[in-house]
């Protein structure tokens, strides 16, 4: 039964585009388990906000940590973007301000 579980999981990230390699949280996230972030998921997809808030606290307590940035992702025209717009715990994560803006390349905190 767990071969098979795991044989299924393997197919279902390569349907995804993430490869063994990627299967693996980077970064911060790094010693998390799967089920951390993707519990009671039937295939693996992005978590959603509320779950990325769980452990990371209110949007506006995120605003708020990132006031001093020149351009505050948290606190933008767009209003209450999807944590995984910008971060990846998979691959490389990206500043989707950086889209539409002239904004020089940015860290991610933890990566």
Known sequence: MLIRNVAIALA???LLGLGQANAANNGSHAS???DTCH???AAPAAPSQKT???CHGSYEALAAKTKGD???PHDS???RVECTACHSMHKK?????RDCHAIPSRKFKGE
Do not use: T
Request: aromatic share 14%; with cysteine; glycine share 8%.
């Open 39 to 41: 519990a009671g998921q």
């Open 77 to 79: 025209h767009m209003g």
């Open 32 to 34: 998390l388990k799967c």
């Open 12 to 14: 279902a990230f390569a």
């Open 70 to 72: 020149k351009f505050n």
């Open 52 to 54: 990325c808030l769980k």
């Open 93 to 97: 994560s990206q500043f989707i301000c």
